[in-house]
């Protein structure tokens, strides 16, 4: 690593996100200028109670996936936003079930990356399917609506993952 270089990977690109009706996303972040692909899949974690935040808020488990070397991680994201969503790391999960709480804080223990994204365009209905026809055909028909903009995301490095792994198997 060269003086001054920041040491943690910092990945800035664009994202398509599909917000199923059950409360899943599924989608991809594609890593500029590289143009580099990653999956991104999302399940909402559940509140038994209502949460104070407003019922545009909740929590997701995120997990973004390394498909040329079939690798995944998950963090999880707070969302804010009912179809133009914004995603952003949690800092706490207070007011949420114990085993929520206890993922939230196992999830910020083991690795230190930083999600955001900022919805900068909505597309529903037709626009909504053509697109996933086009880049989600696995989605096809189940009346998503799609959010597309900018994601960054800090920290998050495979192949040092895959040099830790190495390393504990000797």
Request: with cysteine.
């Amino acid at each position: 690593m060269e003086e001054g270089e920041d040491s943690t990977k910092k990945m800035e690109g664009v994202a398509s996100i599909a917000l199923l009706p059950c409360g899943s996303i599924s989608g991809h972040f594609i890593h500029l200028p590289h143009s580099t692909c990653y999956g991104l899949h999302g399940t909402e974690l559940t509140c038994e109670r209502e949460c104070s935040r407003g019922e545009d808020y909740r929590l997701i488990k995120l997990e973004i996936i390394d498909f040329r070397i079939n690798k995944q991680v998950a963090v999880v994201v707070e969302c804010k936003g009912h179809d133009a969503a914004r995603f952003h790391n949690v800092e706490h999960a207070h007011g949420w079930e114990k085993d929520v709480v206890k993922e939230v804080e196992q999830k910020l223990a083991e690795n230190k990356i930083l999600v955001s994204f900022e919805c900068e365009s909505l597309k529903a209905d037709k626009a909504a399917e053509d697109h996933i026809r086009q880049f989600m055909p696995k989605l096809t028909g189940m009346d998503a609506v799609v959010n597309i903009g900018k994601m960054v995301i800090t920290g998050l490095d495979f192949e040092e993952e895959d040099e830790e792994t190495e390393d504990e198997g000797q």
